[in-house]
């Protein structure tokens, strides 16, 4: 069982940046691909960026790709989300999750955090 706990969420204007971090339990964390979703008010959750066990590949939405940078660091068991130029309409929960294979990039997450919400006002 994987523990996942997000933070780093809050209120921020449109244009700035916010760097979300997600902390796992566990000594297994380093055979994990680690996930992004995020889900607004009303909508279903969407994949937002994958980064395989070894930080050597990366995938992201085409809605955040430029903006976001997804990076993790396994001696912290810890995987974050650097988020800039940010719009109202990336306000939504955020949530990290992992799983055991890379692939697909969107599906397949076996464990989930409880979300942290980032809010963009315009």
């Known amino acids: 069982q994987v523990q996942l706990v997000e933070s780093g969420g809050g209120l921020v204007q449109a244009g700035g940046s916010l760097r979300l971090s997600c902390v796992a339990s566990g000594r297994m964390f380093v055979t994990y691909s680690m996930g992004w979703f995020r889900q607004a008010p009303g909508k279903e959750r969407e994949f937002v960026a994958v980064?395989?066990?070894?930080?050597?590949?990366?995938n992201y939405a085409d809605s955040v790709k430029g903006r976001f940078t997804i990076s993790r660091d396994n001696a912290k068991n810890a995987v974050y989300l650097q988020m800039s130029s940010l719009k109202p309409e990336d306000t939504a929960v955020y949530y990290c999750?992992?799983?055991?294979?890379?692939?697909?990039?969107?599906?397949?997450?076996?464990?989930w955090g409880q979300g942290t919400q980032v809010t963009v006002s315009s």
């Open positions: 999750a992992a799983k055991f294979s890379l692939f697909p990039y969107d599906t397949g997450y076996v464990y």
């Open positions: 980064i395989s066990p070894d930080g050597g590949i990366l």
